[in-house]
């Protein structure tokens, strides 16, 4: 994105088509958007990895015999 903003620093009177291109992508709004929309899949993939790590975790168990596990935390007591 600062790449981006360079470039209109550089170069703000582009061509007729690229300022088109521009408003039909909503530029301004990509701009306010896109590290909103990094954050949440940041967000996804963190609890994504803490629930796959408590499932091996639960899977884990000893299964012989009974043990006391927190389904929460996906692990014994």
């Known amino acids: ?3 981006v903003q360079l470039y209109q ?3 703000p009177n582009s061509t007729p088509m690229i300022q088109e291109k521009l408003q039909q992508l ?3 709004f990509i701009q306010r958007d896109f590290p909103k929309l990094l954050d949440s899949i940041k ?3 963190e609890r994504i ?3 796959v790590q408590s499932l091996r975790n639960f899977s884990r168990l000893d ?3 009974m043990k ?3 389904l929460h935390e996906g692990r014994r007591n």
């Open 1 to 3: 994105m600062e790449l």
């Open 9 to 11: 620093q550089s170069y």
């Open 26 to 28: 909503d530029w301004e």
């Open 43 to 45: 967000s996804g993939a």
């Open 49 to 51: 990895r803490k629930i």
């Open 63 to 65: 299964e012989a015999e």
């Open 68 to 70: 006391a596990v927190d």
